[in-house]
């Protein structure tokens, strides 16, 4: 790669490495987000605090930094717009400032596809949103619509996307393990539930 590809991507990764969760918890005042409910510093964690106002402002910023990443990219070194969206998802699931310990990645993953393929990232979110309003389980919403995002990025989208896609859903994947022991004990808490 050359040098404003690097630059791009490193950007594209430290743009994703925002824990918004974590900065908007504290701003409001209230505890550690990392010590409450599941530990994670995204919008589903932050909603356990019972501020749905912050939930869905971490939801959606979450969401807009894995599209400007992309964006981004695009503007500036359009043959690095695919590592961009994987660095600005990997930005959020290991961020630098803690330690690499950070989200799941399903709003940045959501928000990384929505820039680089706009119908393939509105399928997968209508996918959470229905799965999530019929199983009312956020990390099933999450898995259903990680697996289901390669397949369309393959049909309506290039091979490009489809790897992308292929590559995020891997580690959202890796990153549910515990998510999947609790789903298949019956003991995953309910969206909404503190």
């Not at 590809?5 to 925002?18: D, E, N, P, S």
């Not at 993953?109 to 393939?120: D, E, H, R, S, Y």
């Not at 898995?143 to 390669?150: C, E, K, M, T």
């Not at 049909?155 to 790897?163: L, P, S």
Request: with cysteine.
């Amino acid at each position: 790669m050359d040098w404003p590809t690097i630059a791009v991507v490193t950007a594209a990764y430290l743009i994703g490495a925002i824990p918004f969760g974590l900065v908007l918890t504290r701003l409001a005042g209230t505890a550690d987000i990392r010590k409450i409910g599941s530990g994670n510093i995204g919008a589903t964690n932050v909603l356990r605090t019972g501020n749905k106002g912050l939930a869905l402002l971490t939801l959606f910023l979450d969401v807009a930094k894995g599209a400007a990443a992309v964006l981004l990219a695009y503007r500036l070194a359009p043959e690095a717009t695919v590592y961009a969206g994987a660095a600005a998802f990997l930005g959020h699931c290991f961020p630098v400032w803690l330690r690499f310990k950070g989200g799941k990645g399903v709003a940045t993953f959501l928000g990384v596809l929505a820039a680089a393929a706009w119908l393939v990232g509105l399928m997968t979110a209508a996918t959470w949103i229905v799965s999530a309003f019929v199983g009312r389980i956020s990390s099933l919403a999450a898995l259903i619509s990680a697996i289901l995002a390669p397949a369309y990025a393959f049909v309506f989208a290039g091979a490009d996307t489809t790897i992308l896609a292929g590559f995020m859903a891997l580690v959202i994947l890796v990153k549910h393990a515990d998510n999947i022991t609790r789903l298949r004990r019956g003991e995953e808490p309910r969206i909404g539930q503190k």
